[in-house]
């Protein structure tokens, strides 16, 4: 069973960074593609990006290509979103889930998210 975790969110300015962590609670992670998804206010459900279990594939919604980037440390079992260059249309709710492949991601293990909020 997959159960995840979210945390590293908070305020930060036009063009700062922040780095979300996505942990298991057990040794599981390596099983599963992880993508992370974001819900704003009034908007519909984004992906953000996904990475393959084994690490060598990934992918990003055009939105944040050039300043996010995912990676993952499945002996930690923890999925990392490195965001840089933050706009006011970053902020929202972010949230990881998993799926067999990315191209199957549901809402399988998300936990509560952690918010972003991108304001000066």
């Known amino acids: 069973q997959l159960q995840l975790v979210e945390s590293g969110g908070g305020l930060v300015q036009p063009g700062g960074s922040l780095r979300l962590s996505c942990v298991a609670s057990?040794?599981?992670?390596?099983?599963?593609?992880i993508g992370w998804f974001r819900q704003a206010p009034g908007k519909e459900r984004e992906g953000v990006s996904c990475?393959?279990?084994?690490?060598?594939?990934?992918n990003y919604a055009d939105s944040v290509k050039g300043r996010f980037t995912i990676w993952r440390d499945n002996d930690k079992n923890t999925v990392y979103l490195e965001m840089n260059s933050l706009k006011p249309e970053d902020t929202g709710l972010y949230y990881c889930?998993?799926?067999?492949?990315?191209?199957?991601?549901?809402?399988?293990?998300r936990g509560q998210g952690t918010q972003v909020t991108v304001s000066s």
């Open positions: 057990e040794s599981t992670l390596r099983y599963y593609s």
């Open positions: 990475i393959s279990n084994g690490g060598h594939s990934t």
């Open positions: 889930a998993g799926g067999s492949s990315c191209a199957d991601l549901t809402d399988y293990g």
